[in-house]
Each structure stands twice: as C-alpha cells, then as structure tokens.
C-alpha cells in the first residue's frame, strides 16, 4: 500500500519559517519524483516544487528563492523548507508523487497559515 503523510503545517507570522516533511512508502521513493502542491481556498492545486530521484529541482516563480525542497533517501522522505513566508502562501500544502504526467499518489495535506 502506498502512503504519503505530511506533517509540519501550522500557523506562523509573516516573514517566518517552516518545514515541511512527507514520508513516503519505500516502494515509491526510489522511482517517483516528489512534488508539493498547494491549495488555497477559492483557488485551484498549484504545484509549488518538484524534486527528481536524482535531486534535479524545481520551482514555481512565486518561491523561488524563498523555498527549498529536498528529499533524504535514506528516510524515504521528501522536504519542504519555506522562508520568508507570506500571507498569500496560506493553503493546504499536498506532497505528490509523480512520474512523467500529473501526480499518481497524493498525500492527505497539511496546513499552512501565514497570518500576524
């Protein structure tokens, strides 16, 4: 049975830090890149960032520079590590595991408020 269960969402103030971690199951994590996805309300699913099983990275232009995503093989799991965080990055924070095409397993999500 395939997994992926996030955790670290919560509330923090702008400009501050968190990281978030999705643990997947070792059956995948060796051949799916690994993506965050977020969701505001009223909005559609965005993809945020995306790590290949070779560690090749990328981004979404509205993080660039601000958020980090990783992934630690050993663990079979996939990081998110968000600064400088911004009310407009509230939402519900999705990990994904992906192929060529769209994600085939979604996590459950964790969220992520920006609010002072």
């Known amino acids: 049975q395939v997994q992926l269960v996030e955790s670290g969402g919560g509330l923090v103030q702008p400009g501050g830090s968190l990281r978030l971690s999705c643990a997947a199951s070792?059956?995948?994590?060796?051949?799916?890149?690994m993506a965050w996805y977020r969701q505001a309300p009223g909005k559609q699913r965005e993809l945020v960032a995306v790590?290949?099983?070779?560690?090749?990275?990328g981004y979404a232009d509205s993080v660039k520079g601000r958020f980090t995503i990783s992934r630690e093989n050993a663990k079979n799991t996939v990081y998110l590590q968000m600064n400088s965080l911004k009310p407009d990055d509230t939402a519900a924070y999705y990990c994904?595991?992906?192929?060529?095409?769209?994600?085939?397993?979604w996590g459950q999500g964790t969220q992520v408020t920006v609010s002072s």
């Open positions: 994904a595991a992906q192929l060529a095409g769209p994600p085939v397993y």
């Open positions: 790590i290949s099983v070779g560690g090749t990275t």
């Open positions: 070792r059956s995948i994590f060796s051949i799916y890149a």
